[in-house]
């Protein structure tokens, strides 16, 4: 069965720092995986996704992940955060034209 | 072009009363799923349609039901309402051969 993982449930982290949200999957069949956000009080916005090609893929806002086959993994990063990136990140793997979602990671991002 | 719109944006209800929620999909798009998102639980999973049929349907139980109509609008039912059930409910679309889905931003049912 397919699932999703994201070992943490915050991270907080100081303005303009690096940082790393970790997922990792499991999946016996070709995967098709996402990145969504969802800031307070609002629905999700996909973010990024990974369907083939490149294994590196980027948003609009800085964000970037990477699809590691091997170690079944999509972390997502960013060099440097603002205020703004303050939401719950969602990793999410597609199968069956469904989404199995992980749990959820805080960004907290303090001044 | 509009994004995914759902109604009422809040919905205040007393226990064992019944609630009806609402969602238009992105124009094009035929699949519609139903998320509940409870403080703390994260997204779990509700309900999926596509063309008009149910596809598939989470481990709830039976008086969270839905029906989508022909313009490929959704509505989710929850009779029997209880405390529990308060949450926020998105619903997502879909179109045809694509992965990803795209969020409505939300109803928040609250049951008193």
């Known amino acids: 069965a397919q699932s999703v993982t994201q070992l943490d449930s915050q991270v907080p982290v100081f303005e303009e720092a690096p940082v790393e949200l970790r997922c990792n999957y499991s999946s016996s069949v070709s995967v098709y995986l996402f990145w969504y956000v969802q800031y307070p009080n609002q629905g999700l916005q996909l973010l990024l996704k990974?369907?083939?090609?490149s294994t590196l893929v980027e948003s609009i806002n800085g964000f970037e992940a990477e699809f590691n086959k091997s170690q079944t993994s999509f972390h997502l990063r960013k060099p440097s955060v603002h205020i703004s990136d303050t939401a719950e990140y969602f990793c999410?793997?597609?199968?069956?034209?469904?989404?199995?979602w992980g749990a959820g990671t805080k960004l907290i991002i303090k001044p | 072009e509009a994004g995914v719109t759902q109604s009422p944006t809040h919905l205040i209800k007393t226990r064992g009363q019944q609630a009806t929620l609402r969602c238009s999909p992105i124009s094009g798009h035929t699949s519609v799923y139903w998320y509940q998102q409870a403080l703390g639980l994260g997204l779990q999973f509700l309900l999926w349609y596509d063309e008009g049929e149910e596809r598939n349907r989470g481990n709830f139980p039976p008086r969270f039901s839905g029906r989508q109509f022909p313009n490929y609008s959704s509505e989710l039912n929850v009779n029997a309402l209880e405390l529990e059930d308060s949450a926020l409910y998105l619903c997502?679309?879909?179109?045809?051969?694509?992965?990803?889905?795209?969020f409505g931003p939300g109803t928040r049912l609250t049951v008193l």
């Open positions: 990974y369907l083939s090609g």
């Open positions: 997502a679309s879909r179109g045809t051969g694509y992965r990803e889905q795209f």
């Open positions: 999410a793997v597609g199968y069956n034209y469904q989404l199995i």
